[in-house]
């Protein structure tokens, strides 16, 4: 069974100063990871994926994710938030057959930006 | 990349009433999954909808409740029955890309009101 701890549920930073989400994840088989985003009355954005390829993930708006398989861990991580940056962010994983697979969504980390 | 194309975008329902949520993908997919996404909390899954066969309900959801119908690989339904207030939320179809491409591509929501 797979399963996603997000353990900040909110995250408050400056404009300017780097942002860290923390997940870590539980998975019997190879998982694949991911990191959605979700603005205010907005669908779901993927920011970056995780399958098997290389550990450290980059993605878009410059956010990235490193995938530490001995630490259970896939951090998110933007080295300088902006405002529009201000969001729900939520850690997937998934496991089994590509085009089966159902989503374990982690419970949010909701980032707020300051100016 | 998968487009879905989710309808209605949102509806007030009075208690005791059914609404159906139609989920159109603009491929082929095997399987399509339906997530509950209740005010401030995260994605639940509810379902996996396989053509052909009946669909998977995750503890917690049952057939009677939120029946689905999925008559092709393309196209599936929602229904929400016997709505009350407890049933607010944004509905979710999503379906995973193909073999080579192994991230979810979710539709924009449907979100429930029920009074």
């Known amino acids: 069974a797979q399963s996603v701890t997000q353990l900040d549920s909110h995250v408050s930073v400056s404009e300017g100063t780097p942002v860290l989400l923390r997940c870590n994840y539980s998975?019997?088989?190879?998982?694949?990871l991911f990191w959605y985003v979700q603005h205010p009355n907005k669908g779901l954005q993927l920011l970056l994926k995780y399958t098997s390829a290389a550990t450290l993930v980059k993605g878009i708006n410059g956010f990235e994710a490193e995938f530490k398989k001995s630490e259970t861990s896939f951090h998110l991580t933007k080295p300088s938030a902006h405002m529009s940056d201000a969001a729900e962010y939520f850690c997937v994983v998934s496991e089994g057959l590509a085009g089966r697979r159902a989503l374990t969504f982690g419970s949010g980390t909701r980032l707020q930006v300051q100016p | 990349s998968a487009v879905i194309s989710q309808k209605p975008s949102r509806d007030i329902c009075q208690r005791g009433t059914s609404l159906t949520i139609q989920c159109q993908v603009d491929?082929?997919?095997?399987?399509m999954f339906w997530y509950r996404q209740q005010p401030g909390q995260s994605l639940t899954l509810i379902a996996t909808a396989n053509q052909g066969s009946e669909a998977t309900y995750e503890s917690g959801f049952v057939i009677d409740k939120f029946p689905i119908s999925r008559p092709n690989l393309t196209f599936s339904t929602l229904t929400v029955s016997n709505m009350s207030p407890e049933d607010s939320s944004i509905y979710l179809c999503s379906v995973e890309g193909n073999i080579k491409n192994t991230e979810a591509f979710f539709g924009q929501g449907t979100r429930l009101t029920v009074v």
């Open positions: 491929s082929q997919v095997t399987m």
């Open positions: 998975s019997s088989y190879s998982p694949s």
